[in-house]
C-alpha cells in the first residue's frame, strides 16, 4: 500500500526523491542523509543523486543491490514489487526515481505504483 511521506524539512516535491527514499529506509534525517550524499558526491566528484554515489552510500550502510529486469513482460511496478517482498526494508530505483519499501509498502510522496523499478537496495 502506498505511504504517503516527504520527510523534506520544508516540504518540498524536488528532485530529491534519492534523500527522500534513503531517509527513509535508514531512518535518518532528511538533512542529514542529504549532507552524507554531498560530502560523499564531492569525493567522487559527482552529483549526490547520481545512481553511483547513492549506490555507494548504500553500500557503505550495508545493503546490498540486486538488479531487476528492464524490459517487460518480465518487468514489475513499484507494487508489485512491494507485494513480492512483504518483509523487509528496500531502496528501489527506477532509473529517473527512487522509493523506499518497508514490510510490503511504499512510502513516497506521489503513489508511484505504476513505475518500473530496475535495481532495488535491500537495506535491512
Not at 531512518?27 to 549506490?55: F, H, K, M
Not at 513482460?73 to 512491494?82: E, G, K, S
Not at 517482498?85 to 506521489?110: E, F, L, M, N, Q
Request: hydrophobic content about 35%.
Amino acid at each position: 500500500m502506498w505511504i504517503r511521506c516527504n520527510p523534506n524539512p520544508l516540504g518540498k516535491e524536488t528532485g530529491d526523491c534519492v534523500i527522500r527514499a534513503i531517509a527513509i529506509a535508514t531512518d535518518q534525517s532528511w538533512r542529514e542523509t542529504y549532507r552524507d550524499l554531498c560530502r560523499l558526491g564531492e569525493i567522487q566528484g559527482d552529483l549526490p543523486n547520481s545512481n553511483a554515489v547513492w549506490g555507494s552510500y548504500l553500500r557503505g550502510k550495508g545493503a546490498r543491490q540486486f538488479l531487476l529486469p528492464e524490459s517487460c513482460p518480465d518487468c514489475i511496478t513499484v507494487q508489485a514489487f512491494a507485494e513480492r517482498y512483504p518483509d523487509g526494508v528496500y531502496v528501489i530505483g527506477t532509473g529517473t526515481h527512487a522509493v523506499a519499501v518497508i514490510s510490503g509498502d511504499w512510502y513516497d510522496s506521489w503513489n508511484s505504483a505504476s513505475a518500473t523499478p530496475t535495481v532495488f537496495w535491500k537495506v535491512k
